[in-house]
């Protein structure tokens, strides 16, 4: 199974490589210029071994089984808008939180379509759109001497299936459960808490994450 990455030039898309490579899942670094994927693949060999290339976020939707989004919302919409034939029949995990920071600090966006996830349904609607990875601190995942990865990853979506791959990916990262979250019009709370992680994130100097107890 191969797992691409668009906007893995990123510290999350990059994180979560990482992290991947090192459980011995093919990798392919997505990016806006092949050029750049090519030596964030590089980089992320040196860190973690493992299979691990870098096309541009075209080739890298086409070639991969499994897409992850991982771009700033600012550039969501129209990223996934122009990769609907390569995506078509994959499944999709988008990690992507809207969010805006003023002098107060973070705070959710509005989004018309209900959640970043919801908007890449409304584009994709021949992918499997999950949601997932929304709290995952980035510095941890790009850490690996952090060998417990201390969090539940909540993931979102309407296909049984779909979600169990994907709650299956986030087991891979040591110390992570994945755990179902619900269907995926329950994605706007998901990606607005990150808001108040980011908060307590600040307050605190840590890198705080969420676990669901009682199952
Ligand atoms: N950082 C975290 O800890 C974290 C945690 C959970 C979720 N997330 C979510 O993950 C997503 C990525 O976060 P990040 O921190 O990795 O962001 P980032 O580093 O700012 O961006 C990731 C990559 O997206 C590409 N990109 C930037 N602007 C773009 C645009 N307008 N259109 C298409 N691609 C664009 C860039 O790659 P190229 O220039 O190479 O194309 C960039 O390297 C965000 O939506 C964020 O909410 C982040």
Redesign the pocket.
């Known amino acids: 199974m191969t797992i691409g990455v668009?906007?893995?030039?990123?510290?999350?898309?990059?994180?979560l490589a990482i992290r991947w490579a090192r459980a011995g899942l093919k990798v392919v670094i997505?990016?806006?210029?092949a050029d750049?994927?090519e030596q964030?693949a590089k980089e992320i060999v040196e860190i973690a071994g493992g299979d691990v290339t870098g096309q541009d976020?075209a080739g890298c939707a086409a070639s991969a089984d499994i897409v992850l989004?991982?771009?700033?919302?600012?550039?969501?919409a129209?990223?996934l808008e122009s990769l609907r034939s390569q995506l078509a029949g994959k499944i999709v995990v988008d990690?992507?939180?809207?969010?805006g920071f003023d002098k107060k600090g973070p705070f959710a966006l509005p989004v018309p379509e209900g959640s970043?996830a919801q908007q890449a349904e409304q584009l994709l609607p021949e992918s499997r759109v999950t949601a997932a990875?929304?709290?995952?601190?980035?510095?941890a995942?790009a850490d690996l001497s952090v060998d417990h990865v201390d969090l539940d990853v909540l993931v979102l979506g309407d296909d049984r299936e779909a979600t169990d791959v994907v709650r299956a990916l986030a087991g891979v990262i040591p110390g992570v459960r994945g755990v179902y979250g619900g269907r995926l019009r329950n994605a706007h709370q998901v990606?607005a808490l990150?808001a108040n992680l980011i908060a307590i994130n600040r307050r605190y100097k840590a890198h705080a994450g969420l676990r669901i107890t009682d199952i």
């Open positions: 668009l906007g893995g030039t990123g510290a999350q898309g990059r994180g997505g990016s806006r210029s750049r994927a964030a976020n989004a991982a771009v700033p919302w600012e550039g969501h129209e990223l990690c992507v939180n809207p969010l970043a990875f929304h709290h995952v601190s980035a510095v995942l990606e990150t």
